[in-house]
């Protein structure tokens, strides 16, 4: 079992940075690839970026690549994601979640075993 939680969202201006983090319970966190995924009003939930067990490989969806970040600490039992050049259409709840049964990443919702409650960011322009 693990427990996933968000913090660092909050209001930026367009252009600014933001950096989330997840903090996972348990010591198996090395175990598992971690994601993000974010949820905008009104939308689906989508794919945002990816990271191996061992931070080795990330991946990122196209919407965010050469802005965003996704890292991890596994001392620490935290991923995180730095954010920049914030766009309006970058509002979203923002999610963490962990994958155990996987062979290294996965953009899949699907494949996730454990989600955090999620975490608000709003850009404004």
């Known amino acids: 079992q693990v427990q996933l939680g968000e913090s660092g969202g909050g209001l930026v201006q367009a252009g600014g940075s933001l950096r989330l983090s997840c903090a996972a319970s348990?010591?198996?966190?090395?175990?598992?690839?971690m994601g993000w995924f974010r949820q905008a009003p009104g939308k689906e939930r989508e794919f945002v970026a990816t990271?191996?067990?061992?931070?080795?490989?990330?991946y990122y969806a196209d919407s965010v690549k050469g802005r965003f970040a996704i890292s991890r600490d596994n001392a620490k039992n935290t991923v995180y994601l730095q954010m920049n050049s914030l766009k309006p259409e970058d509002t979203a709840v923002y999610y963490c979640?962990?994958?155990?049964?996987?062979?290294?990443?996965?953009?899949?919702?699907?494949?996730?075993?454990?989600w955090g409650k999620g975490t608000l960011v709003t850009v404004s322009s």
């Open positions: 348990g010591r198996t966190f090395s175990s598992y690839a």
């Open positions: 990271i191996s067990r061992n931070g080795g490989v990330t």
């Open positions: 979640a962990a994958a155990g049964a996987i062979a290294a990443i996965t953009a899949r919702a699907g494949a996730m075993d454990y």
